[in-house]
């Protein structure tokens, strides 16, 4: 069960985390370097409220909201923007066939242009390239992100009516958007996400998970919580029994950390990656979908218990 998970990647967690030496220096770098993050009680607020447990899908044990305050001023910086305009592009049933504008496409074009000239991910390029795992060409690298975060792919089945040509996830609408599939929330690892479905009502959040020493408002928490996307329909949407989610982190730091985690998890056929970063210890949990795509790239406190790609 995803209890006993919980409890077996705890115990592992404590007695056995050994950091990456290579990733966590670039990625603390990319930390320390990074302008752009929002600072706790001066941009946002959080209120964790109460513990509550994975296997307990049907208790509210909160009854506020999760981000209580937010400077909404941080939406006009651009890559918070840019990325703030690419949310809403989504489908969030999984299955359902994305068909993506013009407009968005510009949308995501912009979001690299602009997330490519930051330190995060200026320094993630420079790692990358040197170890020959991405083009050092600047069209050719946004290209390379693009295809990474963008290219659309099947995850599902079919939705009935639809048809079965194009692609229902990418990478950005997994992790960063988050999807719905037989009534559960999957991905959906991002703060500013979860503060926009927040404000709109179709977030509902219902308490931290695991033990409250390990919910750190400056850096992690691990949280459940339900989405609802239609708000006229009887149920309470589909529930996320647990998920981490970094707070305060920009868009264009996430955006690097995952790549270069995914990246190398890739090519070392693994799926934890332990990073330190100051004196946080976590993981990067990193997946790789059909030998080929980003299935899903997360933090965690806690390792997954199987290291190999399936």
């Not at 506020?64 to 941080?74: A, G, K, V």
Request: glycine letters at 6%; a negative charge.
């Amino acid at each position: 069960t995803l209890q006993h998970y919980f409890i077996q990647s705890n115990l592992r967690n404590m007695a056995e985390f050994e950091k990456n030496e290579e990733l966590s220096e670039v990625i603390e770098r990319m930390w320390k370097k990074d302008e752009n993050a929002a600072v706790i009680d001066v941009d946002f607020k959080i209120d964790i409220g109460q513990r509550t447990f994975t296997g307990d899908k049907l208790a509210d044990n909160v009854d506020s909201s999760l981000i209580t305050y937010m400077n909404e001023d941080l939406f006009n910086r651009e890559s918070y923007k840019r990325f703030y305009d690419l949310l809403d592009n989504y489908e969030s049933l999984v299955g359902v066939e994305e068909v993506t504008t013009h407009f968005e496409l510009m949308e995501m074009k912009k979001f690299i242009d602009v997330i490519v000239l930051s330190n995060p991910i200026i320094i993630a390029k420079e790692y990358l390239v040197s170890k020959g795992w991405a083009p050092d060409d600047e069209e050719e690298f946004k290209d390379w992100l693009w295809d990474i975060w963008f290219k659309l792919y099947k995850r599902g089945r079919k939705q009935k009516g639809q048809s079965n040509q194009g692609g229902d996830s990418s990478g950005f609408e997994h992790v960063f958007v988050g999807e719905i599939r037989n009534g559960s929330v999957i991905g959906f690892h991002n703060w500013i996400q979860f503060y926009r479905l927040e404000k709109m009502g179709k977030v509902d959040y219902r308490g931290y998970v695991g033990n409250k020493k390990k919910q750190d408002k400056e850096f992690m928490i691990t949280i459940q919580f339900s989405w609802d996307e239609d708000l006229e329909d009887a149920d309470d949407g589909a529930i996320k029994a647990m998920g981490g989610t970094m707070l305060g982190t920009s868009p264009e730091f996430e955006i690097a950390m995952y790549t270069v985690a995914w990246v190398y998890a890739k090519n070392n056929n693994i799926v934890n990656v332990p990073i330190q970063i100051e004196d946080q210890e976590f993981y990067v949990i990193a997946h790789v979908y059909k030998n080929q795509f980003l299935g899903s790239c997360y933090t965690s406190y806690f390792p997954q218990e199987n290291n190999k790609r399936r």
